[in-house]
């Protein structure tokens, strides 16, 4: 069983719903990050967390320490929101992220 | 745009081979990890570097060796390449004032053959 699980493995959705992903941990962390990944390989960081909640545009991201799980949050997707995003953990100071193998989605106009 | 930069982005080699990749760290971040990232799968982490010293290593064997220069840029070499060792490679520089806020390079895809 893999430390990092991410559900769903691949989501395809319509222009304007509202869309959430989902991580499961199952090791102790310090912090959480969200990644968003396109097609080109590049890899963009959405949000990095440890308690609560963040927002960013359109984008939210939640973390819940006691049951060791992470949600994104995506409202009004839009097609250029189609990517993969990667669930990861950071386990401590020596950059050990552990990363969940992704969500692809895809947005339809 | 992360002002992080790898180069190459693509290239091909034969079992055997050795190759180096190059990452420069966005301005002032000293600490630079590596990853490798098989198709359809997340990335794994290969190595961090911090001024210079190798500060953390996941599990991969000694034929994957690195190096951070003065400027905080760092080199990705690995030796006897095998055909699972065909992958995107990334790295992220971070600085210890960012919280652990990571900006990731485009990657180098490289193809063993």
């Known amino acids: 069983k893999n430390e990092v699980e991410q559900s769903p493995q691949n989501l395809t959705a319509q222009e304007g719903e509202f869309i959430t992903i989902n991580c499961s941990y199952s090791?102790?962390?310090?912090?959480l990050h969200w990644l968003q990944q396109h097609p080109g390989g590049g890899i963009v960081s959405l949000f990095m967390?440890?308690?609560g909640k963040k927002k960013h545009g359109r984008l939210i991201a939640t973390i819940n320490i006691q049951e060791k799980h992470s949600s994104l949050h995506i409202t009004a997707s839009h097609p250029r929101d189609s990517a993969v995003y990667i669930c990861?953990?950071?386990?401590?100071?020596?950059?050990?992220?552990?990363f969940g193998k992704g969500t692809k989605l895809s947005v339809k106009p | 745009e992360t002002g992080v930069t790898q180069s190459p982005t693509h290239l091909i080699k034969t079992r055997g081979q050795q190759v180096t990749l190059r990452c420069s760290s966005q301005?002032?971040?000293?600490?630079v990890s590596w990853y490798q990232q098989a198709l359809g799968q997340g990335p794994q982490f290969i190595f961090q570097?911090?001024?210079?010293?190798?500060?953390g290593r996941g599990n991969f064997p000694p034929r994957f060796s690195g190096l951070q220069f003065p400027n905080y840029s760092s080199e990705l070499n690995v030796n006897a390449l095998e055909l699972d060792d065909s992958a995107l490679y990334l790295c992220?520089?971070?600085?210890?004032?960012?919280?652990?806020?990571?900006?990731f390079g485009e990657g180098s895809r490289l193809t063993v053959l």
């Open positions: 090791v102790g962390i310090s912090a």
């Open positions: 992220a520089s971070s600085h210890p004032s960012n919280t652990g806020e990571l900006f």
């Open positions: 570097y911090y001024r210079e010293e190798e500060n």
């Open positions: 967390l440890s308690s």
């Open positions: 301005s002032g971040h000293n600490t």
């Open positions: 990861a953990v950071y386990r401590g100071s020596q950059g050990n992220l552990i």
